[in-house]
């Protein structure tokens, strides 16, 4: 009776209307934690995005890992490779970071007219300023660029882009207005992206976000040539990007979040600094939790949506499950619909209303645990091709309100729904786990001999054997319960045996039956 009244208590499965509707209107929230290390091993911050009282994004930085994505350096080429067209370059961090052709500013090269190859624009012990793009991950070192590009509150400044390009989550006469504006404040031989955050902005703020970054320019310009100049061949760090938490709250916090939380009076003064001088009219949103008996993530329940990201399944409001795999080469998602038997209708009714719910969820995993690479999706078989095209749209629209940039692919022709995304960092469960030191994260223990398995069957060796009399530790008074009889054990095939085998065992109990007469007689 309860787990009837469980299943009547659950939410029912959005329709498309209504899921466009309360996509428009979500209650964001943003919050912000800084805590000590379980290990004490100094201070980590956290950041979680909330829609609808919902984790949907996690940020996680320590003071001794940092991010290194955006950091400007002027570094020096230690080899070229051109059969793998890539340039392995020092930015004195320990390991080389990765310049791949298609990472190379052609244009400020150099060239003249010869081919735009690696191996024509750089030379061992050439230096040469690169950005990252990418921090390491495993044995991979820094993905690295020479397209250097200034992010800022408004708008991504490109020194050396001719181009202007515009969010497309914009609506158009918005987009119109913004270009009208470029065509006044950006400098000439410059290139800007608009961001999506620039929506309704004055002409003078965007002015201003642009004077800024073009004078942050100069200055790492600048530092450069002097340093290449005097001859020093040492590498060295000419622009760091902001710490997670200043570069969260400025790519993230805009007019569609309702209110900042922060714990932590580091936290506080950074943030609360940086909107003041950047976007005095959010200051009233920002908000300082000052509960110290009550941590803010457990008031949010963060740490008990995070402490569910990290398993492998995760279970749907309506009983459907997820089963989230990670490989070398990708990412495997499998939709079940583990309790849920639907609520009337037919087997394909239920199996889309089903797979409807795991796309949502799917985007909301993805993006919490920061999954990149190649997703490929396994949802239940569905007959109807409306019913397919239904489940793939609504994947589609949930994930527009993913900022990582991504791409759905067609349906395979096994019915598999095949995506990518991009990866930026380490992902949810990377930066919360470590290998398997005794399976070294295969999830299996390998033994040099076969495992030995206990039979079964008393008449096999070393099987279970029927006790000896008086030898079950039993008193004399007590008697030993009969063993059942046996059935005689018959000769011949088995009752499931081929029909042939069963035709010539019939044969042969005839002759032998002819055999036992004539010796008779």
């Given amino acids: 009776r309860d787990g009837r009244e469980a299943g009547r208590r659950r939410q029912p499965i959005l329709s498309e209307s209504e899921f466009l509707a309360r996509r428009e209107a979500v209650d964001r929230v943003m919050v912000v934690r800084e805590k000590q290390r379980g290990d004490g091993k100094g201070v980590m911050t956290q950041v979680g995005v909330l829609e609808d009282k919902v984790l949907v994004e996690h940020f996680v930085t320590t003071e001794s890992a940092r991010s290194m994505v955006g950091n400007v350096y002027l570094?020096?080429?230690?080899?070229?490779?051109?059969?793998?067209?890539?340039?392995?370059?020092?930015?004195?961090?320990?390991?080389?970071?990765?310049?791949?052709?298609?990472?190379?500013?052609?244009?400020?090269?150099?060239?003249?007219?010869?081919?735009?190859?690696?191996?024509?624009?750089?030379?061992?012990?050439?230096?040469?300023?690169?950005?990252?793009?990418?921090?390491?991950?495993?044995?991979?070192?820094?993905?690295?660029?020479?397209?250097?590009?200034?992010?800022?509150?408004?708008?991504?400044?490109?020194?050396?882009?001719?181009?202007?390009?515009?969010?497309?989550?914009?609506?158009?006469?918005?987009?119109?207005?913004?270009?009208?504006?470029?065509?006044?404040?950006?400098?000439?031989?410059?290139?800007v992206i608009i961001r999506t955050a620039a929506e309704g902005v004055s002409a003078e703020e965007i002015g201003r976000d642009v004077e800024r970054l073009a004078a942050q320019w100069t200055e790492i310009s600048e530092a450069a040539a002097k340093r290449t100049g005097s001859g020093a061949g040492t590498p060295v760090a000419l622009y760091e990007e902001p710490d997670l938490l200043v570069k969260v709250v400025r790519d993230l916090f805009n007019e569609d979040f309702s209110k900042l939380v922060i714990q932590g009076e580091t936290s506080w003064d950074t943030v609360h600094d940086y909107v003041s001088r950047v976007a005095p009219e959010m200051t009233e949103r920002v908000e300082r939790y000052d509960n110290p008996d009550v941590d803010v993530f457990a008031t949010y329940r963060v740490d008990e949506q995070l402490a569910k990201a990290l398993d492998r399944?995760?279970?749907?409001?309506?009983?459907?499950?997820?089963?989230?795999?990670?490989?070398?080469?990708?990412?495997?998602?499998?939709?079940?619909?583990?309790?849920?038997?639907?609520?009337?209708?037919?087997?394909?009714?239920?199996?889309?209303?089903?797979?409807?719910?795991?796309?949502?969820?799917?985007?909301?995993?993805?993006?919490?645990?920061?999954?990149?690479?190649?997703?490929?999706?396994?949802?239940?078989?569905?007959?109807?091709?409306?019913?397919?095209?239904?489940?793939?749209?609504?994947?589609?629209?949930?994930?527009?309100?993913?900022?990582?940039?991504?791409?759905?692919?067609?349906?395979?022709?096994?019915?598999?729904?095949?995506?990518?995304?991009?990866?930026?960092?380490?992902?949810?469960?990377?930066?919360?786990?470590?290998?398997?030191?005794?399976?070294?994260?295969r999830g299996l223990i390998v033994h040099a001999d076969p495992l030995h398995t206990e039979s079964h069957n008393a008449d096999e060796p070393g099987g279970r054997r029927g006790r000896r009399k008086g030898g079950n530790g039993k008193g004399s008074g007590e008697s030993e319960a009969p063993a059942p009889k046996q059935a005689p054990r018959k000769d011949g095939p088995a009752p499931a045996a081929h029909p042939a085998a069963l035709a010539i065992s019939r044969q042969n109990g005839e002759a032998d039956a002819d055999a036992d007469s004539a010796a008779g007689s």
């Fill in 313 to 441: 399944k995760v279970w749907l409001p309506s009983g459907g499950s997820l089963v989230i795999d990670r490989t070398e080469a990708m990412t495997v998602i499998d939709v079940n619909t583990g309790k849920y038997t639907g609520s009337g209708g037919n087997l394909e009714e239920t199996v889309t209303k089903n797979n409807l719910e795991a796309a949502e969820e799917i985007v909301r995993q993805l993006r919490l645990r920061d999954v990149g690479g190649m997703v490929i999706i396994d949802f239940i078989d569905m007959v109807l091709e409306s019913n397919r095209d239904l489940v793939l749209r609504r994947l589609t629209e949930a994930l527009g309100r993913d900022r990582t940039r991504h791409q759905v692919s067609e349906v395979t022709s096994l019915g598999l729904v095949q995506l990518t995304r991009k990866k930026l960092g380490t992902g949810l469960v990377e930066a919360f786990s470590t290998p398997c030191e005794h399976c070294q994260g």
């Fill in 75 to 191: 570094g020096r080429v230690q080899n070229v490779l051109p059969s793998m067209e890539a340039a392995f370059v020092d930015i004195g961090r320990g390991r080389n970071g990765v310049l791949y052709a298609g990472e190379v500013n052609w244009e400020a090269a150099g060239l003249g007219g010869k081919a735009r190859r690696i191996e024509q624009a750089l030379k061992s012990g050439d230096m040469v300023l690169v950005q990252v793009t990418k921090d390491p991950i495993g044995q991979k070192g820094a993905r690295l660029s020479t397209q250097i590009s200034l992010a800022g509150r408004f708008l991504v400044y490109v020194p050396d882009g001719n181009s202007t390009g515009i969010s497309r989550k914009l609506p158009d006469t918005e987009r119109r207005r913004l270009k009208a504006i470029l065509k006044e404040v950006v400098p000439e031989g410059s290139g």
